[in-house]
């Protein structure tokens, strides 16, 4: 009963640790599309056509919220994330 118990546990923190995956792995979309690695644990978040966008702030959030071209603004964001994954990112 008790490796039951653990196995329920271990299965809802995974659930709940994968709930909050945000785009551009949870770091700030507004950073990046200034060319700045800013890293969240998304507790300031955004969803936009059906993607989780993570945000260092408030500040951050509004504005990609006041954005008149969000995709555009992802877009940007987008276009500099490969720097982050292959480490060239400043």
């Keep these: 009963m008790k490796k039951m118990g653990l196995l ?9 640790s994968t709930a909050f995956a945000g785009e551009f792995g949870n770091r700030c979309t507004t950073g990046l599309t200034k060319g700045v690695v ?3 644990d998304c507790s300031v ?5 059906g993607n989780t966008f993570c945000f260092g702030n408030e500040e951050a959030k ?7 071209d969000k995709q555009k603004f992802i877009s940007k964001a987008a ?12």
């Design 62 to 68: 509004t504005a990609f919220l006041e954005s008149k």
């Design 8 to 16: 329920l546990a271990s299965a809802l923190i995974t659930i709940s």
């Design 38 to 40: 800013v890293n969240s």
């Design 79 to 90: 276009s500099f994330y490969p720097k982050v994954l292959n480490g060239t990112a400043k």
């Design 45 to 49: 978040q955004e969803t936009y056509n």
